[in-house]
């Protein structure tokens, strides 16, 4: 079991920068794939970014890819995302997740990814 704590969301004016944190106990991040999805009010979960077990690859959404960077340090057991040049269109709850993959595993289908945190609200005003 895999408990997951996202934190760092706030309100940030357009062009601006923060920094998210998913920190993780019950086992250890280098175990699992681990992904930022984010979801709009009236929309679906969407995928953000990932990084994999070795932290040797890194994936992202067309949208935030050379704004956002996702990465984790096994010393602290935490995966960050951080934002820059944030857009009011990156308004959403971004939720931290995590997987073990397996035959088929898509990195951006939410639903493979079987443990996530509560959520942590970024809002960006133009």
């Known amino acids: 079991q895999v408990q997951l704590v996202e934190s760092g969301g706030g309100l940030v004016q357009a062009g601006g920068s923060l920094r998210l944190s998913c920190a993780a106990s019950?086992?250890?991040?280098?175990?699992?794939?681990m992904a930022w999805f984010r979801q709009a009010p009236g929309k679906e979960r969407e995928f953000v970014a990932a990084?994999?077990?070795?932290?040797?690859?890194?994936y992202y959404a067309d949208s935030v890819k050379g704004r956002f960077t996702i990465s984790g340090t096994d010393a602290k057991n935490t995966v960050y995302l951080q934002m820059n040049s944030l857009k009011p269109g990156d308004t959403a709850v971004y939720y931290c997740?995590?997987?073990?993959?397996?035959?088929?595993?898509?990195?951006?289908?939410?639903?493979?990814?079987?443990?996530w945190g509560q959520g942590t609200q970024v809002t960006v005003s133009s």
């Open positions: 997740g995590a997987a073990q993959p397996y035959s088929g595993f898509n990195y951006y289908t939410s639903n493979d990814y079987v443990y």
């Open positions: 019950g086992h250890t991040l280098s175990s699992y794939f």
């Open positions: 990084i994999s077990r070795s932290g040797a690859n890194t």
